[in-house]
C-alpha cells in the first residue's frame, strides 16, 4: 500500500515537473516571437517604398530629400560606413594595446583595478557621450582645423566619439581571448629563449588572433547602430564626402536620419515607409557584421585543441616543415616571396596611403605623397633600429608604449568624466533637483525627468526580470540541443543585436500606433524590455550553468523535484551572479533615447501624472533636448548630464559590489 502511495506520489511530481517545462517554454518564446514581430513590421511598413521607389532604386539613389521625392538611401549607407570604419581605426590600437598591457604585462593586483576601470566607459549612457563630443570634440575640432572645417561637425568628430564607446568592447573580448590562450603556450615560449614581449607578439596574439578580430567587429557593431552621439556630432548631412577620404565633411548616417525625421513624418506616407526601409537596411548590417563576429569566435576554440586540432597551436606555429614536406608541396605563384614579407610590404603600403589622405586634406598631393614617402622610411629606420637594441630593451620598449597607451584611455576616461561633474556640480541644487523646468528648461529643475526615469526603469524591470530569468533557467536546466531550442537561441542572439533605434521604430509602429497606446509610460517600458531581455536571459543562464552539479545531485538525491532543486538551491546559489546582471540591464535601460524618444517622452512636463498611457519626461532624452534645442542652457545641460551619470554610474558600481562580495562567498 505504502509503494502504491509512493508512485501516486511520484507521479503526480512528474507531471507538476512536465507543466513547469511546458509553461517555461512558451516564455521563451516570447523571445522568438518579439524578433518575427519586429521583422514584421519593418518588413510590412517598408513596402510601400519598395512599391514606389524600388529596392535598388532606393539603396543606389544618390540624393535623399523626401519633401522633393527623392528617397536615394546611397550617401546614408555610405555615411554609416564611414563613420564606423573611422570608430575602428581610432578604436583599435588604443583598445587592442590596452588588452595587451590588462592580459599580459600588468600585475595580478593592477589588472583587477583597470579592467573594471575600462568597463566604466560601457556604462557611460550614449547621450552623456554625445553631449561630451559636443561641448568638447567639436569645439577641439573647429578650434584647430577651421580652414578645414567650418562648424566642427563632422566625420572626424563622429568617429572619435564612436571610437571612444567601442573601446570597452574591444578591450574587454580581446583580453578575456588572450587570457583564454593556455598558459603552456606562454611557458613553452619562455623556455626556448624568448623575451615576455616576444611571446606575447609570436604566441599570444596569433593564438587569440580570433577572439581580437570578433572584439574588432563586435566595436564595428556597436558603432554602427549607435544613434544619439552621431546625431548630436556628425553634422547631419546627406553627402558623400569629395573626397571620399575627407573625415572634416559633414555625414549623416541610418541612425540620425530615422532620429531627425521619424518624428516630423506622417503615419503612412511614403517617407514613413522609406524610413522603416531604412531601419531594415540597418539592422540587416548590424545583423551581418555580428553573425560574422560569431562565427569568428567559435574558430578561437578550435584552436585549443578542438575538433580537427591533432597538432597544438605552438607546435603549428613553431615548428619547421620536414624536407620530404617542403618537397612534396604544392608551388605558388607567390612562393618566392616569404608571408612576412608580403605582410610587411602589405603594411607599409597601407601606411602610405593612410598618411597619403591624410595629408593630401592640408596640402598639395605631391607634397602629401613626399610626407607620405617619409613615414615609410622612418618607419623602415624605427625598424632598424629596433632590431639592433636587444631583445630586453626592445621589451622595455614594448611595455612603455603600453603602458602609454593605457594612459590615454585612463586619460580619455578622466577627462570626460572630470569636464561633467566639475561643471555639473555648480547646476547641482535642491531646487534643481525637485523643481519643474522653465523657459523651455533654460531654467527650473529637472524632477520630472528624475521621476519618468524611474518609472520607466521600473516598469521594464517589472516585465523583462520575470520573462528574461524564467528564459535563463529554462535555457540553463531543461533545454536539450533540440530545434527549439535552437530557433529559441537564434531569436536571442538577433535581439541582442539588433540597434536600439530599431526598437524605437518597432515601438512606435506597433505599439504607439498598431495598438494605439500613443507615447506613453508603458509603450516606453515594453520597448526597453525587449531590448533588455537578452542581456537578462544570457547573464541567468550563465550565471546559473556555473552553479555546480553536486548541489543538484544533492537535492535529488533528497527527494526534491527539478523544479523545487531550481527554486530552493540552484537560484539562490546563483543570487549574486543573478541580480548582477538584472543590475546591469537595468543601467543600460536608465541611460537610453533612441527607443523612448519614438515611443515615451515629451521634452517638457509641468506636472505629471500616474497614468500609464501618459507620456513621461526621461533624463537621456531631456539631455539632448536641451543640448541640440535650447541654446543658453549649459548649465542646465551639464547638470542633467550629470545626475543621468551618476544614476547609471551607481547602477554599475553596485552590480560590481554585488559581484565581488558574491566572488567571494562562493566556494566552487
Not at 554609416?80 to 573611422?86: D, H, M
Not at 567639436?138 to 584647430?144: E, K, R, S
Request: net charge positive; aromatic share 10%.
Amino acid at each position: 500500500m505504502d509503494d502504491e502511495k509512493f508512485n501516486i506520489r511520484r507521479k503526480g511530481k512528474i507531471h507538476s515537473d512536465t507543466v513547469v517545462r511546458y509553461i517555461l517554454v512558451a516564455i521563451s518564446f516570447v523571445s522568438v516571437a518579439a524578433i518575427l514581430f519586429i521583422i514584421l513590421f519593418m518588413f510590412t511598413n517598408s513596402l510601400d517604398a519598395m512599391r514606389s521607389v524600388g529596392i535598388w532604386e532606393f539603396i543606389s539613389g544618390s540624393t535623399w530629400r523626401p519633401l522633393n521625392g527623392l528617397y536615394g538611401a546611397y550617401p546614408l549607407i555610405v555615411g554609416t560606413i564611414l563613420i564606423t570604419i573611422g570608430a575602428v581605426l581610432f578604436a583599435l590600437p588604443l583598445g587592442l594595446g590596452s588588452a595587451i598591457f590588462i592580459s599580459e604585462v600588468a600585475p595580478k593586483k593592477i589588472r583587477n583595478i583597470l579592467k573594471p576601470i575600462c568597463e566604466v566607459l560601457a556604462g557611460i549612457p550614449s547621450v552623456v557621450y554625445g553631449f561630451f563630443g559636443l561641448v568638447v570634440i567639436v569645439p577641439f575640432i573647429l578650434q584647430n582645423f577651421s580652414s578645414q572645417t567650418i562648424y566642427g561637425s563632422s566625420w572626424l568628430a563622429a568617429s572619435i566619439l564612436l571610437g571612444i564607446m567601442a573601446l570597452p568592447i574591444i578591450i574587454s573580448v580581446s583580453e578575456d581571448a588572450m587570457r583564454a590562450v593556455p598558459n603552456s603556450y606562454r611557458e613553452a615560449s619562455l623556455s626556448m629563449g624568448a623575451t615576455k614581449w616576444e611571446t606575447t607578439r609570436k604566441v599570444v596574439v596569433p593564438a587569440a588572433a580570433s577572439g581580437i578580430a570578433a572584439a574588432t567587429i563586435l566595436g564595428l557593431g556597436r558603432a554602427m547602430g549607435e544613434t544619439m552621439a552621431v546625431l548630436m556630432v556628425a553634422g547631419n548631412t546627406a553627402i558623400i564626402p569629395q573626397p571620399l577620404w575627407d573625415v572634416f565633411s559633414t555625414l549623416r548616417a541610418i541612425t540620425a536620419t530615422l532620429a531627425l525625421e521619424i518624428p516630423e513624418v506622417t503615419p503612412g506616407s511614403v517617407h514613413y515607409s522609406a524610413l522603416f526601409m531604412l531601419g531594415l537596411i540597418l539592422m540587416i548590417m548590424v545583423l551581418l557584421v555580428n553573425m560574422s563576429a560569431k562565427v569568428i569566435m567559435k574558430r578561437t576554440s578550435r584552436k585549443f585543441g578542438g575538433p580537427g586540432s591533432n597538432e597544438s597551436f605552438f607546435g603549428k606555429l613553431f615548428r619547421k616543415k620536414a624536407p620530404a614536406e617542403q618537397n612534396n608541396a604544392k608551388p605558388s605563384v607567390f612562393s618566392f616571396i616569404s608571408k612576412s614579407k608580403m605582410k610587411r610590404s602589405f603594411m607599409l603600403t597601407a601606411l602610405f596611403v593612410l598618411v597619403w589622405m591624410m595629408a593630401s586634406l592640408f596640402i598639395t598631393s605631391m607634397y602629401a605623397a613626399a610626407i607620405a614617402m617619409a613615414a615609410v622610411v622612418l618607419w623602415l629606420v624605427i625598424g632598424e633600429v629596433m632590431k639592433k637594441i636587444g631583445a630586453t630593451n626592445r621589451q622595455k620598449v614594448a611595455h612603455t608604449s603600453l603602458l602609454m597607451v593605457v594612459g590615454v584611455v585612463m586619460l580619455i576616461l578622466v577627462f570626460l568624466i572630470s569636464d561633467i561633474v566639475i561643471k555639473g556640480i555648480p547646476a547641482l541644487s535642491w531646487d534643481f533637483l525637485t523643481g519643474y523646468p522653465s523657459r523651455a528648461g533654460r531654467q527650473g529643475g529637472i524632477y520630472p525627468a528624475i521621476i519618468g526615469t524611474l518609472k520607466l526603469v521600473l516598469g521594464t524591470m517589472l516585465i523583462a526580470f520575470p520573462l528574461g530569468i524564467f528564459t535563463g533557467v529554462y535555457l540553463s536546466e531543461y533545454s536539450k540541443n533540440t530545434p527549439t531550442t535552437k530557433v529559441i537561441r537564434e531569436a536571442i542572439d538577433i535581439l541582442n543585436g539588433t540597434p536600439s533605434i530599431v526598437f524605437g521604430l518597432f515601438g512606435m509602429a506597433a505599439l504607439v500606433i498598431f495598438l494605439g497606446w500613443g507615447y506613453s509610460l508603458i509603450a516606453g517600458c515594453v520597448t526597453l524590455a525587449l531590448m533588455i531581455l537578452p542581456m537578462v536571459i544570457r547573464t541567468t543562464e550563465e550565471t546559473i550553468r556555473a552553479v555546480p552539479a553536486e548541489l543538484r545531485e544533492a537535492s535529488f538525491a533528497m527527494g526534491a523535484t527539478k523544479w523545487q532543486t531550481v527554486t530552493k538551491v540552484v537560484l539562490p546559489a546563483a543570487f549574486g551572479g543573478v541580480v548582477t546582471g538584472l543590475i546591469l540591464s537595468i543601467g543600460r535601460a536608465a541611460g537610453e533615447t533612441a527607443p523612448i524618444m519614438f515611443t515615451a517622452v515629451v521634452a517638457i512636463q509641468t506636472r505629471m501624472s500616474i497614468d500609464i498611457f501618459s507620456p513621461v519626461m526621461a533624463l537621456p532624452y531631456h539631455l539632448y533636448y536641451l543640448a541640440a534645442e535650447v541654446p543658453g542652457s549649459s548649465m542646465n545641460q551639464y547638470g542633467t548630464a550629470l545626475v543621468l551619470m551618476i544614476i547609471v554610474l551607481s547602477m554599475f558600481a553596485l552590480a560590481s559590489i554585488i559581484r565581488y562580495r558574491y566572488d567571494k562567498k562562493v566556494r566552487w
